[in-house]
């Protein structure tokens, strides 16, 4: 990894302590790291966000979403953890990024994704590994002017997926998770290098 190598924001779309879908992101940052890439891991817990509202937005963007943005400036990507509510995707992960879509001082609405690039994950302890919630994230993304890497990774079972040290105990799921990472990596090198 250098200075210039691709940087890449992660999150889950949950705040839950314990959040497999945290873990996951967790995981993921690790991996893009020594694949070559530069993660950026945050818990969008540290980042309480308002219920979007026009009428908020009127009086000042809030403190959060303004520490958000910076962030997000920062990177060429982000790689999603999306955990899967009622077969959707979470409150929190639809209002963090419809908050980050709205326009802000010089930067038109969209204007922060534009360019950008993204990778989605999904854990479940059940059996569907949130699958159902995966192409209505990826429609969203790509609503938000990102380039999204096809092939998601969906993990079922994920209460008992990973060992203590946080890796994925069945090596083929590190493989797809490894090959997931690396694409986005190399995506990002020819584009930006």
Known sequence: MTSNSPK??????????????????QLAAKRIEALGGQAT????KDYPCPLFD???EAQGMPDNVLKLRA???????????????????????KNTLDWLSRPYEDTPGLGLFAGKWAALVAASPGGLGGI?????????????????????????????AFDEAGALKDDATGQKLDALCQRLVDSLAKTHG
């Open 41 to 44: 891991f945050i818990d969008l």
């Open 54 to 56: 026009q009428d908020i």
């Open 132 to 160: 159902r919630a995966m192409p209505l994230a990826q429609q969203l993304l790509a609503n938000l002017s990102l380039t999204v890497l096809p092939q998601p990774l969906s993990l079922p079972g994920a209460g008992s």
């Open 8 to 25: 890449v924001l992660v999150f889950a779309g949950s705040a839950r302590e314990g959040s497999l879908n945290k873990q996951l992101a």
């Open 71 to 93: 962030i997000l400036a920062e990177h060429q990507a982000v790689f999603i953890a999306s955990p899967e509510y009622n077969g959707f995707i979470t409150p929190l992960l």
